[in-house]
């Protein structure tokens, strides 16, 4: 009788079974479609940064005879991409360390201590993410133009200290609230400062969310297209959004060495989300469990 039973259970287990399994297939589908579509346009502008136009047109998606590094060879010695990529590194970089700081501090603030108009002041950092900035572009120009910072680096940067700032405050306060308090009165106990209690407890726990901030501001202020045009006319100011377009001609264009333009442009960013990703992993399970 209980065999019987067993046997009629698991009949009646297997459907569900073979629907979750069925459920699991289609996801896996999906993701490695996904991930195809999002590679694509990756794999292509690889490959086209090692061919000449001829071939680009030809045979766009064949693999390359990657020993032709002509294209690369060219947009290091004859154009002006190393201005570029440095100007690139200085606006990000300096962007990046005010976001971290300012936003560091801030959150800090928000999310440990008590005090009157606190949900105020988050507020005023959260209504930062309704209000894009490219809708203020002509009071931004009158303002900079009025700062005597019209084609300077320092116009960029604080623009983007300003979009960055409402996304890292949002991220790192949900993150810092998570923190129990045992952590800082035990410290305080050992007769640590605020300061240190910051610097020493506080910030280690927080870096998995720090990460997960830079790495959401970092990539659209590297590719940033939009304020270098309109506050940067110089070309030796220029970021590499802005200075690759000097690559296209008004007649032809050298494709092969714009994509090896666009290739270079975008290993910098692939290469610290490879070395960050674990640190970003661990901070979207850390708050997912939290």
Same mark, same amino acid.
């Given at each position: 009788m209980s065999t019987a039973t067993a046997a009629k259970g698991a009949n009646y287990d297997r459907p569900g079974l073979l629907s979750t399994l069925g459920r699991d297939g289609l996801i896996q589908v999906i993701l490695w479609a996904n991930t195809l579509i999002m590679l694509a346009p990756i794999v292509i502008m690889v490959f086209s940064a090692f061919k000449t136009n001829a071939q680009i047109f030809a045979s766009p998606f064949s693999p390359p005879d990657f020993t032709h590094v002509g294209n690369l @060879?060219?947009?290091?010695?004859?154009t002006n991409f190393l201005r570029y990529l440095f100007n690139s590194v200085v606006v990000t970089g300096s962007s990046m360390a005010l976001i971290i700081v300012l936003g560091t501090m801030a959150a800090y603030a928000i999310g440990r201590y008590e005090f009157r108009g606190s949900g105020f002041i988050l507020m005023f950092f959260l209504a930062?993410?309704?209000l894009p900035l490219k809708l203020a572009i002509i009071p931004l120009f009158?303002?900079?133009?009025?700062?005597?910072?019209?084609?300077?680096q320092?116009?960029? @940067?604080l623009v983007y200290v300003a979009m960055g700032l409402p996304t890292t405050v949002f991220i790192l306060t949900g993150f810092i609230r998570t923190l129990p308090n045992e952590l800082e009165?035990?410290?305080r106990m050992d007769g640590a400062s605020e300061l240190r209690i910051m610097w020493s407890v506080m910030l280690p726990l927080v870096r998995p969310a720090m990460v997960i901030a830079a790495i959401q501001n970092v990539v659209p202020i590297w590719n940033d297209f939009f304020f270098p045009l309109v506050f940067i006319q110089n070309d030796d100011l220029k970021t590499l959004p802005q200075g690759l377009t000097s690559f296209m001609g008004e007649y032809t264009t050298d494709w092969g060495v714009l994509f090896a333009g666009l290739t270079l442009s975008a290993a910098p960013i692939i290469l610290i989300y490879i070395v960050l990703s674990r640190q970003f992993i661990n901070g979207m399970t850390a708050g997912a469990v939290k």
């Open positions: @060879i060219k947009i290091w010695t004859q930062g993410l309704t009158i303002l900079m133009r009025d700062f005597g910072i019209l084609n300077n320092l116009s960029l @940067i009165d035990a410290a």
